[in-house]
């Protein structure tokens, strides 16, 4: 249910606080009735208090749901002197759903490591490199001709730029581009 359904739900709480300052020697049933009164009266704040945090609803309504199962296990911990039921059960929802972020970015930084953390953990006999030889290029490089050839190795393989090129070479810069051009339609018809 959407968020608004349980803000316009919710109904006056002004008891419900007073009668519930005294739970430390409730029975298990009473623990029952304590929880179900507390998800009753107070939902809607609980999850407010989560949406402030998850923005997702169906995630906060999930975190909710965590929320009174806590609450239900660590109700013999709730002491009345220190706070009332309602704060106790917002700093539980609110911590809970930290929990889950704090997961999620655990979670997504395992996900998202470094290539160079890859490249250590796997150890310097598995290294990547790209041999033209064994993919097929060199094979393919015949269609082309020697001027072609020597521009395409400085600008892919050298990191040259086509300004680089031009100097180099002494062409002209739109030429050096056309020929590059030129070379990847040659090389292209190999591949389709």
């Known amino acids: 249910m959407p968020v608004t359904f ?15 300052n005294n739970v430390s020697g409730q029975s298990k049933h009473g623990d029952d009735v304590l929880l179900s009164t507390l998800f009753r009266n107070h939902s809607a704040e609980l999850l407010t208090t989560i949406s402030k945090i998850i923005p997702q609803i169906e995630t906060a309504e999930d975190i909710l749901q965590d929320t009174f199962l806590k609450v239900k296990t660590c109700i013999h911990s709730y002491n009345a002197d220190r706070s009332q039921l309602l704060t106790w059960s917002k700093t539980i929802a609110r911590n809970t759903a930290l929990d889950y972020l704090r997961l999620k970015s655990s979670r997504n930084s395992r996900l998202n490591q470094s290539i160079d953390f890859s490249q250590a953990e796997l150890g310097s006999r598995y290294i990547c490199s790209i041999n033209i030889d064994r993919i097929g290029l060199n094979q393919l490089f015949f269609a082309l001709s020697d001027e072609q050839l020597n521009i395409l190795k400085l600008f892919y393989y ?7 090129i031009s100097e180099e070479l002494a062409i002209p810069l739109g030429t050096i581009k056309t020929r590059i051009r030129m070379s990847i339609i040659i090389l292209r018809k190999f591949f389709n």
């Open 158 to 164: 050298e990191g040259y730029t086509h300004e680089e």
């Open 6 to 20: 349980y803000l316009k739900n919710i109904p006056n709480t002004g008891n419900f606080l007073v009668k519930t």
